[in-house]
Structure formats: structure tokens, C-alpha cells
């Protein structure tokens, strides 16, 4: 008996009754209810093929055959996949009615019209679902580090991973009789610019210093080392006499006009130096501070190397105290592209107070203290912590100082606080827990904290850092078990801060309106066209042509297409105010990495998977570089 004719009898049969109405009502009912179970019935064979779809993209993408619409027909229902070819029609087993099939295939139907199987729609589809899976921030971790090794100039080591990568640079500093061969690029371009290198290279020692543990338990204390090595060897290079020091290979203007590879370049390698005559405050102080820093990460595993490192930050701290200036001032090529807005004065403190954690001498601590109010240490209030501007990392590291109830500290308690006071203002200002919302950092509808329009990713990795180290220091603090942040509009507890850095850290990995990676490389959807001439040129080694000035703009930088390369772990420049981003390797602003960008963030994923997972005491101290990183050797103080 079909539907229509049951449905006839059954009202007939109602009005025949007594009770007709109460009847025809619960008719009703069992037919909403019937339609209400043939929707559910929908609604999971749509989410069924949906899953079976993104599943197919997977297939297709680890180079396995897709499935199509036919195989994820069969793959929900149960049912054999449809063949092109004749199909073998199997008898309905014993009871089977063939309406049931009727309304199974146009629910299939239906689903099919209403669901595109695109692979992107799969994806899309999907990300309710991946959202809530937990993120790998040992990937995040793994591939940070990894991309520091895409922007090694010089040459390159047989350990090296980037596989698309060659030598480059090979003739730095030939011009001016000095070797200036390697360092780091500092973005998509192929200038080596001193100041932002130096600043990369103290956060990626500052995050080895204070969560060695951490980095190793993951496995990455090998390549942690070997970024920051890389990088101070190549400042060593550069420290050619007391009173000189090289800031700068290449010219960012003729640079700028090409888009080449880094192996074909034949732009000017014009090396700039500062010294007596034309002084350089900011990049000696920041160059000291980094090589104070690593000589703490070396102390154990290298005490010769470890020495050395510390001699050149001893000298060159000298240097940029004897003779102040602004380098921006004595190299006018800089200033289109590192310019040192914030002066030099922050510089200066941050390598003393980076000597003296080095050390333990007590005459750069007095001189952090001597210079607290001239130099500003204690007077800005700032919302920035960045490659120009120190003033926030310094305080955080005067006050820990404090927090860890540091032998000298005691006679400068009073400027130490005052310190201690700016640091927590800046955390503060990150939290929004400052009553002046003016004094607070800006968000995104997404979360995002926000400062300004160019490169913002710098500024919220920076401060994810600045974070999570506070509240290591909080939790470790020897003053009190409940240490928490002071901030005006109420006390922040140290798993407050964890969670905004966390959630900074999930916005760069995916997390985000957009639901994009802004680490190149990490998870499905990531900037494809990332502003870079060595990742969106086809390899060398793939094609040994060589690549022209103008030819590259013409045939590589105006492609529509992915690059050919992936530059992992690269953090781009991020979203703007409103989590609005254009994949376009013309909006350098967006799409361009740096890497002062990815180096604070090191630490942080690797904090971060520690937390989030159960990694036991012993093998958290295992040192994949041989040895165990002794937090007595490593970070004494």
C-alpha cells in the first residue's frame, strides 16, 4: 500500500470514530514526527559524505586516488560504490521494501545537490571539527626553528634541511677586506641588517635560557643551538676591532629592485660599518645583548665558545657606551627600513641588564639603576615590545630581579620597582587590565592584539613571550607561592597570562576568524603566496638556470600560483585590525615573514607543549644535543 492511500484510510477511519479529533491530531503527530526523523536521516548521510569527501581531499593530497561523489555515496550509505561500468544488481535481502532505497537515493540526492564535494568545501565543512582538536605546538615548535634555516646566508652545512636552500653571499665583505659571510636574511629580501638579526638572535637565547627544559623535551635543543649559533657566529665575524662593527651587507633600495633567488643575486653587497667617528649605540647595544644572552645558552655545552661570546658583548657594550649615536644616523641607507626610532638609550640598558644576568657582576646592574630615569628605563609606559623598542623586555628583566630575590637587588629595591612597575603595566595593557583604556593594547573582533597596521604578527609574538616568561617568573617567584601581576583594574594570576599567550599562539596557528595558519607550512590552510624571492622562485637545484633581476618580477613575482617552495614555520605579517588578510605576494605588509616574527615564538610553543602535554620529569631534561641543559649551568640567575 503506498503513502497516499494508507494516509486516506487512516483519516477515514478517524472520522468514523468517536474520538475523530484526538485521532487525526495524533495523525499529525506521527507524521511530523516521521518528517522529523527523515531530516535527522538527511542530515547524517550529508554529514556522512561530508567527512567521506574531506577525507577524499586528504587521500588526494598524500598522492592516494580521491574518492568521488560515487565512492563517498558508497562509503556513508554502507552501500558498494557505483561503477562506470555495468553494475552488478544484487537481490534486496528478504523483507526489504524498495521504497526504502527510493528514499535513501533521493536523500543522496539531495545531499549531493546541496553539499559540493569540492575539496575546499570539504575543509571548510571540516573546521568545526578540527577546531576543537588539540594543536601541535611541537610542530609549531619543529618548524619555527626549521625556518630559520631557509634564511641562512652564506655556506650552508650538509645538516641543512631546507633542501631548496643553497649557498649564497659567498663574497660578503670581500669589497672592504673583511669576512662578512653568513648571518640571516632578515625577511623576503637578501639584505643582512644588523639590528633586527640582533634582536632575533637575543630572543631565541633569552626562550633557550629560561625553557631549555622545555625546548629539549620536545627534541629541538639541537637545532635551537644551531639557529643561535648561526647567528652569533656571524656577529663575531662582524666585531672586526674593539671600536668597529659591521651593520649591514647589501643596499635594501637596489635590493628592492630585483626578485631573485639568493643564490643568483647580483645586487650591490656594499658593506656598512659604524665605529668612533660615525657611532652606533642601538645596534652595539643589541648586538651585546644578544651575545651576552648565548653566552649563557653555551655556557655548558661550549664554556670556550661560551667565553668568547661573552668577550665581544663586554666590548662592544663598551663601544656603544663610549661613543653614543644613533647608527640610523651615521648609515643613511638604514633608515628606509630599520630606523631607530626609539633611540639607543633603551639598547644600552638592555645589554647592561643582559650583562649583568651573564655575569653577575654588579656594575651593570648599578648601571641600569644609575641610568633608570635619564635613559627612560623607568619613565615610559610603553604598549610595544619589539626589534626598535626595548623598554618592555628590559623592565621584565629588571624585575625579575626581584621576583627572584636576587642577592644585589636588595640595595636598588626602589628603582627596581619602579621597573617592575612599567614591566607589569605593558603585561597589563596586553590583558586590558589598565583603567586608562588608552593605555591598553588594542584587539581584534578575533582576538588578535593589535598595534599597528604593518607586520602586527611582530608585536603579538613578542608579547605572547613577554607573557609567558612573567609567569614563569611568578610561579617560581621565591617572595610568595601566590605572586600575581598588579595590575589597576585587578590581579592577574600567572595562568591568566599563560592563557593569553596561549590564545595569541592559537590566532597565529589557525585559531582565528579566518580559520588560516599564519605559520607557513602548519596545518591545512596556510598563505600560499608568501612575499619571498628564495620560496616563490622555483629552487635552483630543480632548475639551475640562472634567474635575472627584472626576469624574476616577470616571470615569478606577478604569478598567481602558490610558490613552488614552502618557507615552514615563517610567521607572515598577519591580518589587519578588522582579521582581514589578502594572499597576495604584492601585500608585503600581510604576506611577508620576518624573522623577529617566529623568534619569540620558539619558546613559547615549546612552553605550551609542555603544558598541554604529559612529558615526564626525566625526559623534559633530556638533551638531544648530548647533554642534559643543567638549569644551574644555563640560567644561573
Known amino acids: 500500500m503506498d503513502g497516499a492511500a494508507h494516509k486516506n484510510n487512516k483519516e477515514e477511519d478517524g472520522r468514523a470514530n468517536k474520538g475523530g479529533v484526538q485521532d487525526t491530531v495524533g495523525a499529525s503527530l506521527v507524521l511530523r514526527e516521521r518528517q522529523k526523523k527523515k531530516n535527522t536521516e538527511r542530515e547524517r548521510l550529508r554529514e556522512r559524505i561530508r567527512r567521506t569527501a574531506a577525507r577524499a581531499c586528504a587521500a588526494r593530497e598524500a598522492g592516494r586516488r580521491p574518492i568521488d561523489k560515487r565512492d563517498a555515496y558508497g562509503a556513508a550509505t554502507g552501500r558498494p560504490a557505483m561503477s562506470r561500468g555495468r553494475a552488478r544488481l544484487q537481490p534486496p535481502p528478504p523483507g526489504t521494501r524498495t521504497t526504502t532505497l527510493a528514499a535513501v537515493l533521493v536523500l543522496f540526492l539531495l545531499a549531493v545537490v546541496t553539499l559540493p564535494l569540492r575539496c575546499d568545501a570539504a575543509s571548510a565543512g571540516g573546521e568545526e571539527e578540527e577546531e576543537q582538536q588539540p594543536l601541535d605546538y611541537r610542530e609549531a615548535l619543529e618548524k619555527s626553528l626549521l625556518y630559520f634555516e631557509a634564511q641562512r646566508s652564506g655556506r650552508l652545512p650538509y645538516s641543512q634541511r ?147 661570546l661573552l668577550h665581544h658583548a663586554q666590548q662592544l657594550f663598551e663601544f656603544g657606551d663610549t661613543y653614543r649615536g644613533s647608527y640610523d644616523s651615521s648609515i643613511e641607507e638604514v633608515r628606509s ?16 641588564l643582559w650583562l649583568h644576568r651573564a655575569t653577575g657582576k654588579e656594575e651593570y646592574l648599578r648601571y641600569a639603576v644609575d641610568n633608570a630615569d635619564s635613559f627612560g628605563g623607568v619613565g615610559w609606559a610603553i604598549t610595544e615590545f619589539s626589534w626598535d623598542v626595548k623598554y618592555a623586555g628590559l623592565q621584565v628583566l629588571a624585575a625579575k630581579l626581584l621576583l627572584d630575590g636576587d642577592p644585589q637587588a636588595a640595595a636598588h629595591r626602589g628603582v627596581l620597582e619602579k621597573y617592575r612597575e612599567k614591566a607589569e603595566h605593558y603585561l597589563c595593557a596586553c590583558l586590558g587590565r589598565n583603567t586608562n583604556g588608552a593605555d591598553n593594547v588594542d584587539r581584534s573582533p578575533g582576538g588578535m592584539l593589535y598595534v599597528r ?37 585587578g590581579a592577574a594570576a600567572a595562568a591568566e597570562m599563560v592563557s593569553l599567550a596561549r590564545s595569541q599562539a592559537d590566532y597565529i596557528l589557525g585559531r582565528n576568524p579566518l580559520r588560516l595558519s599564519y605559520m ?76 623577529y616574527n617566529t623568534a619569540p615564538m620558539v619558546a613559547v610553543f615549546a612552553r605550551l607543549h609542555r603544558l598541554t602535554t604529559a612529558i615526564t620529569t626525566a625526559a623534559a631534561a633530556e638533551d638531544p644535543d648530548g647533554g642534559s641543559p643543567d638549569r644551574r649551568s644555563v640560567d644561573r640567575r
Open 520 to 595: 607557513v607550512g602548519y596545518g591545512r590552510r596556510y598563505p600560499a603566496r608568501v612575499h619571498h624571492r628564495g620560496a616563490s622562485i622555483v629552487s635552483h637545484k630543480e632548475d639551475g638556470r640562472f634567474i635575472g633581476c627584472v626576469q624574476g618580477f616577470d616571470d615569478w613575482f606577478g604569478r598567481g600560483r602558490a610558490n613552488p617552495n614552502v618557507l615552514a614555520g615563517a610567521i607572515v605579517g598577519g591580518p589587519s585590525r578588522r582579521d582581514e588578510f589578502r594572499d597576495d605576494r604584492a601585500n608585503y605588509m600581510q604576506t611577508e615573514a620576518c624573522t
Open 162 to 308: 631546507v633542501t631548496w636552500r643553497g649557498h649564497s653571499g659567498l663574497t660578503d665583505g670581500l669589497q672592504q677586506g673583511v669576512d662578512l659571510v653568513g648571518g640571516y636574511y632578515d625577511a623576503g629580501d637578501h639584505v643582512k641588517f644588523g639590528l633586527p638579526m640582533a634582536f632575533t638572535v637575543t630572543m631565541l637565547s633569552w626562550g633557550a635560557i629560561d625553557f631549555a627544559a622545555d625546548i629539549a623535551a620536545a627534541g629541538e635543543w639541537r637545532h635551537a643551538l644551531e639557529a643561535i649559533k648561526w647567528g652569533t657566529d656571524y656577529f663575531v665575524k662582524a666585531h672586526t676591532h674593539p671600536f668597529v662593527y659591521w651593520a649591514e651587507v647589501g643596499d635594501g633600495d637596489t635590493d628592492h629592485y630585483c626578485w631573485q633567488r639568493p643564490e643568483d643575486m647580483t645586487t650591490s653587497r656594499q658593506a656598512y660599518r659604524v665605529d668612533r667617528d660615525n657611532p652606533g649605540s642601538d645596534l652595539a647595544g643589541e648586538t651585546a645583548a644578544a651575545l651576552a644572552a648565548a653566552s649563557i645558552v653555551f655556557r655548558r655545552s661550549d664554556p670556550h665558545y661560551s667565553h668568547l
Open 337 to 352: 627600513y630599520y630606523a631607530s626610532v626609539s633611540g639607543y638609550h633603551d639598547e644600552l640598558l638592555w645589554a647592561a
Open 453 to 489: 597596521q604593518w607586520n602586527n604578527l611582530q608585536y603579538a609574538s613578542s608579547a605572547a613571550f613577554l607573557l609567558t616568561a612573567y609567569s614563569h617568573y611568578l610561579s617560581s617567584s621565591s617572595a610568595s607561592a601566590s605572586a600575581a601581576l598588579r595590575c589597576p583594574g
